[in-house]
């Protein structure tokens, strides 16, 4: 069965930092930022090992994992529960990932593993401002959050 709509693989693609959540030996949370998360197909997903030893080494003693993606600017995003699976230099796996990395930023960052997150579960998040704020909508949230950083829309080529 299908888990990822279009919704979800615009949120991936547009968000440009997401966070994994694993867990370390002693059952505490380990909290670390991914700006290479993709989707890898309709049911899995898929980051590069940069900076990371100890996420990799907690998905390799337990390999639940948690991403969440939230798109600042909307207030909105998703949740992804699922197993995180090490492919390391040598498989086809990394070494398709460690391409698509090159080919988008160069030879410059190092891809040491490539983690294939089979998601098991998908739930959406909204900013309580879509249930509490009368009349919200995701562009008065979009122009609000806008302005509250001081940016300005990209215009896409």
Do not use: W
């Not at 003693?61 to 993606?69: L, V």
């Not at 900013?127 to 829309?153: C, H, I, W």
């Amino acid at each position: 069965m299908k888990i990822l709509d279009t919704d979800m693989r615009a949120i991936i693609s547009e968000t440009i930092l997401c966070f994994a959540a694993t867990v370390n030996q002693d059952g505490s949370p380990n909290l670390s930022p991914k700006s290479t998360l993709k989707v890898f197909d309709d049911n899995h997903l898929i980051f590069a090992n940069i900076a990371s030893p100890k996420t990799i080494s907690n998905l390799k003693q337990d390999p639940r994992i948690e991403i969440n993606c939230v798109d600042t600017f909307s207030r909105r995003g998703y949740r992804f529960k699922g197993r995180g699976i090490v492919h390391s230099i040598g498989s086809k796996i990394h070494g398709d990932l460690l391409l698509e990395i090159k080919n988008e930023h160069g030879k410059r960052i190092p891809v040491l593993d490539a983690v294939l997150i089979e998601i098991l579960e998908a739930k959406q998040v909204l900013s309580p401002a879509y249930q509490f704020v009368k009349g919200v909508t995701e562009d008065s949230l979009r122009n609000a959050y806008m302005n509250k950083y001081n940016v300005q829309p990209l215009v896409k080529k």
